[in-house]
């Protein structure tokens, strides 16, 4: 078979072998919508609303193999890796320090204390993810999960009148959804797959990423769950992320450690599981009581650590001159 057969072939569920009008209502039911996602499936997810471990091992590999997910050399990942895309923020500092950009197929964490800026961002993202590439957008539409009630529209065309751009015709291309209970913020993202795929949507903000998590599992007997389930979301949104060639970019609250008592006290809530899921970290401060923002990489897969400032303004996010941050 051709691989210009397989892709046709493959085009939809019900086109993997093994997947009639029944399993694929159960698929559909499961959160999977797409060849893309079930590519990123497990066996043990497929397992558990009925489909034998045969017949679920059959259709994960049918749905890689049109997805083309293998092994491959690391010269081949090279080429494989051009595929990935940077997406602006609007700052050129901001951009310097993330490598070029918020870049595509991983998470990208920004956390910090409130008012330091992480929803402002995310409204940027949004704008910024419409443009064409050359002007450093991703030329797709965003997909912004709300769990704080913080996305307003109103800033929304602020952004964009700056940008000479149609507010009207930005607010086409942004899907919202307001997360109510963590539960129904996972339930979101398992469904999301065809609206992603509908939409050419290139970017996927979840803001805030452990607001629910955190007013939901409170003691130390619920930890264990909460992180499993933190654990289980953040995955679903790297394999969409990957799977649709898509930026993910999250925003995380902050708790004060009473044992540090030198340095910054400051973590971002979710512990481990939080930390190695996002590829890449960054730390949001306040300078002073201006629209200047301090943001510090703190981690990241190749770049090295650093800082970079930048402001906040009526216009949006935009770069500073180093003598405003006083």
């Not at 010269?75 to 895309?85: A, G, H, M, S, V």
């Not at 050129?92 to 197929?105: H, N, R, V």
């Amino acid at each position: 078979m051709s691989s210009e057969e397989s892709e046709r072939r493959y085009r939809r569920i019900e086109d993997l072998p093994g997947v009639g009008p029944s399993i694929a209502n159960k698929l559909r039911e499961l959160g999977f919508h797409t060849v893309e996602s079930l590519a990123m499936a497990t066996i043990r997810e497929l397992v558990q609303v009925g489909i034998g471990k045969k017949r679920a091992f059959e259709i994960i590999n049918a749905a890689r193999a049109s997805s083309s997910l293998s092994f491959i050399r690391a010269d081949e990942l090279i080429e494989k890796r051009q595929n990935i895309l940077k997406l602006t923020t609007g700052s050129k500092k901001l951009d310097a320090l993330l490598g070029g950009g918020i870049e595509t197929q991983a998470i990208t964490e920004f956390y910090g204390e409130y008012g330091s800026g992480k929803s402002q961002i995310a409204h940027q993202l949004c704008v910024n993810v419409q443009l064409p590439v050359e002007r450093g957008g991703l030329d797709g539409g965003a997909l912004y999960i709300d769990t704080e009630n913080t996305f307003r529209t109103e800033r929304i065309s602020q952004m964009a009148e700056h940008m000479g751009l149609d507010p009207q015709e930005i607010f086409k291309r942004i899907i919202l959804a307001e997360a109510y209970t963590s539960d129904h913020q996972m339930f979101l993202l398992e469904n999301a797959d065809r609206v992603i795929k509908e939409n050419n949507i290139k970017l996927i903000i979840i803001d805030s990423l452990t607001a629910h998590f955190r007013s939901e599992y409170i003691g130390r007997e619920s930890l264990a769950e909460r992180q499993q389930k933190l654990n289980q979301h953040m995955h679903k949104l790297i394999r969409l992320a990957r799977a649709f060639n898509a930026v993910a970019f999250v925003t995380n609250q902050v708790m004060s450690s009473p044992d540090v008592f030198f340095g910054d006290s400051i973590r971002p809530i979710g512990g481990h599981i939080v930390a190695h899921t996002s590829h890449t970290r960054i730390y949001l401060r306040k300078a002073g009581r201006g629209p200047v923002r301090i943001a510090r990489l703190v981690s990241s897969p190749y770049l090295p650590e650093g800082e970079c400032v930048f402001r906040i303004t009526e216009n949006g996010i935009e770069d500073v001159e180093e003598n405003e941050r006083r």
